[in-house]
């Protein structure tokens, strides 16, 4: 069956960095895109980053663009999310998702 596992989140300071990673299996990965996703306390979730199958087009929230890079692993069936110059706003839950699959996410939280 199709699982996505995130891992990698944490507590850090604000201008930090994290990287997030997504374990996917159950699926043919190497022809599936893959995006992140976040909610935070009370608001929706949305669309952070996402990556083509191949890893040659990517797209970003503009309020994280510049600061997040998301790539993949297309061997080790993984995706990334490298995270810096963290802000408090960026605390949320993260999440791997395709089509109607997601993970069960990792929690970021940024403060000092």
């Known amino acids: 069956q199709v699982q996505l596992v995130e891992s990698g989140g944490g507590l850090v300071q604000p201008g930090g960095s994290l990287r997030l990673s997504c374990a996917a299996s159950?699926?043919?990965?190497?022809?599936?895109?893959m995006s992140w996703y976040r909610q935070a306390p009370g608001k929706e979730r949305e669309l952070v980053a996402s990556?083509?199958?191949?890893?040659?087009?990517?797209n970003y929230a503009d309020s994280v663009k510049g600061r997040f890079t998301i790539s993949r692993d297309n061997v080790k069936k993984m995706v990334y999310l490298e995270m810096n110059s963290l802000k408090p706003d960026d605390t949320a839950v993260y999440y791997c998702?395709?089509?109607?699959?997601w993970g069960q996410g990792t929690q970021v939280t940024v403060s000092s």
């Open positions: 159950g699926f043919n990965f190497s022809r599936i895109g």
């Open positions: 998702r395709f089509s109607v699959y």
């Open positions: 990556i083509t199958s191949t890893g040659g087009s990517t």
